[in-house]
């Protein structure tokens, strides 16, 4: 596909990377009206088609009333919202007036939130009624705070608060104030911010243009087809759900799912079922909630892609998901500041069988390489190091900087500028396959041995009580640090120092003898950031 692949990647920059770029009209307009955008389904399984007309037409009176209220192109309106037709019409709205979102994740408290708002600027926040509380004056909320509250699904709580059905009846499809703004390709579309896992969170500026790398990766790595019913189930208040599960299907215009409800096992499996879904998309704590459900698999699923992001997927999923849907699990890489670029990919042409434990190949229009740990050159095949991006050679790369953080965008770069360092350590084969090994900060070093903890978390988990398993480096006198894993095991199973040295030994058998936990913790869960990363460093503290 390497020559289809490169004029592919080359004409979608075309459409999206140019001055006249209008988010509007590449996300909604351009499509036809009749074509179904999204199906909203609720927790009964009832559903609700949100066409491209209506899209419009909704998006446009909302456009409409945030220029009356004062919003102009570049104004930054942030949304603390679910899954839903308002948020879907609340986006478009906001594009279409050239502002930019700000996405806020609804299991985020008050802090979270008033630091997003407030180191954005944003002028308005669209919130569901079950979210209000969050907003409201207290510690962390200031009584004067310079946003104003628009309530999309629900009654207003203050005086101060607007309603968002009030605001789009106040306006015709027509009305000209809400004509589409073009802002360019290079024009600001979202200010998302980094999970945070170590630091303070930093603002990740997202131009119009990038929509050309997530309409490549809905082609290139999900292989999403027109005929296709495409569920991506990642929530849009992080990278993975914003740019997969709304912007690149809105920029490909084709039809995808919105689940309008919390996650269950039985209720991923009902919708899977019931709506025939046939390429799907999730973090891995989706698939080993599925994996660990005792409810029986439909027969007769209609899968024939799914893909997981957001942490490296342990071998056991990608076994289980062979026999249990129909269809192996492809592991993607990628990050807040880039979507998706190394990826075991799904379309034709650049499918391959997957190596286990492989995180893949770049997708066209990047390159990437691992990196010597204490020179900006090539390592090896084999050699571990740091997994880098080559700027010169990636087409699709949009990312230049954090918002007005100088010194930690130096700190992702060369000093030449050639590579973008990500911050993840890995090694690749001899063929140019990338292995994943760990974050950097979570890189062991024990006695001289530098130990990836995704190695031996994906021998813990092969254990059949074993649920989900994460391993940290603590600090030891004698050989610098030694493992200590955390394990959730399954219902009615005990931890006990019996099961501790079954644990130990399985380590010990299936990948090094010097590499296994010293200390086992049996915990009921894992602690993670809300794109489902588990945060490491919140275990190395208890």
Known sequence: MGTDATSRVRELLEQYDTPQACAADLLCDRHPDTDVAFTVIEGDLTSRDLSYGELRAESTK????????????????????????ELVIALLGIWRRGAVHVPLFTAFASPAIAFRLDSSGAKFVVSDQNQLAKLAPGEDIPADAPWR??????????????????????????DAAGTAVAVGGNGPLVQLFTSGTTGTPKGVPVPVRALASFHAYQEFGLDVRPDDVFWNAADPGWAYGLYYALLGPLAAGTRSLLLHAGFSAPLTWQIIEKFGVTNFAAAPTVYRSLRADTSPV???????????????????????????????????????????????????????????????????????????????????????????????ASPLMWFTGYVDAPEKTAQRFSADGRWYITGDAGKTDEDGHFFFSSRDDDVIIMAGYRIGPFDVESVLVMHEQVIEAAVVGMPDELRGEVLEAFVVLRDGTEGTDELEAELQTLVKKKFAAHAYPRTVHFVPSLPKTPSGKVQRYLLRQK
């Not at 909302?62 to 037709?85: H, I, N, R, Y």
Request: proline share 7%.
């Open 149 to 174: 509250v628009i309530v999309a699904a629900g009654e207003p709580e203050s005086e101060d608060q607007l309603r968002f059905a009030d605001l789009l009846g106040a306006h015709t499809a027509d």
């Open 62 to 85: 909302f456009a409409a009333a945030l220029a009356e209220l004062g919003v102009e192109p570049g104004d930054c309106v942030a949304t603390l919202m679910g899954k839903s037709a």
């Open 298 to 392: 439909p027969e007769g699923l209609s899968l024939r892609r799914a893909s997981s992001a957001g942490e490296p997927l342990t071998p056991d999923v990608v076994a289980w998901s062979q026999s249990a849907l129909g269809v192996e699990v492809r592991d993607h890489y990628g990050q807040t500041e880039h979507g998706m670029f190394i990826v075991n990919a799904w379309a034709d042409g650049l499918r391959e069988d997957v190596r286990p434990g492989s995180m893949g190949r770049p997708l066209p229009g990047w390159s990437c390489a691992v990196l010597l740990d204490d020179a900006d050159e090539v390592a090896p095949a084999g050699t571990p190091g740091r997994v880098a991006i080559d700027t010169q």
